[in-house]
């Protein structure tokens, strides 16, 4: 197996070939540690085809560990673009993160639209998989929400009534 600076280098070559080929090779022998590396490079990658591949890549992890790994990525990212993919990982990600419920709140609240914007789709993804605490949490969120981003939490407050209905 290549080490993983090699596959980074792959990655960043901007060949769509070599970029495959780090691709399957991650897929098939990857660990975190290229994981957290691949996070860290994020801001790195310029190529929207890349970039997606790689976003693509890491939703697809679903070692239980790897979600602490991209929270801390996701608290410590200070610029917005890469707050908003590693947002889009996480809803795109078959792993439960409602357990980080009150850091997408926060981002939703503070951050830019665009950045808010994915965090309202994380939290609308995993309605269904808070505690009845969370939901408490949630509703008293939604109703002192700022009336000029009402929007943005619209779609989390249907999911919120269709759940409960179930």
């Known amino acids: 197996m290549n080490s993983n600076s090699e596959l980074l ?7 769509p070939e070599l970029l495959a080929e780090a691709v399957k090779e991650i897929k098939e022998n990857g ?7 691949l996070l860290e490079n994020l801001g790195n990658i310029r190529d929207a085809h890349t970039l997606t591949t790689i976003v693509n890549l ?3 992890i679903k070692e239980n560990a790897f979600r602490e790994i991209l929270i801390n990525a996701l608290q410590s ?6 707050k908003t993919e590693l947002l889009r990982i996480i809803w795109e990600s ?4 409602s357990r980080y419920l009150p850091i997408f709140l926060d981002i939703l609240q503070n951050d830019d639209f ?11 993804n995993m309605v269904h998989n808070l505690t009845t605490e969370q939901h408490q949490q949630l509703h ?6 700022p ?4 929007f943005l939490v619209e779609n989390i407050h249907t999911e919120m009534g269709c759940c409960e209905n179930d």
């Open 58 to 60: 890491l939703a697809d």
């Open 140 to 145: 008293e969120f939604i109703e002192t929400f």
């Open 9 to 15: 280098k792959k990655i960043q070559n901007g060949n």
């Open 94 to 97: 078959s792993l439960d993160y």
């Open 31 to 37: 660990n975190l540690s290229i994981a957290q590396m």
């Open 147 to 150: 009336e000029n981003k009402q």
């Open 114 to 124: 665009t950045t808010a914007f994915e965090a309202s789709t994380v939290i609308e």
């Open 77 to 82: 990212a200070s610029q917005p673009s890469i």
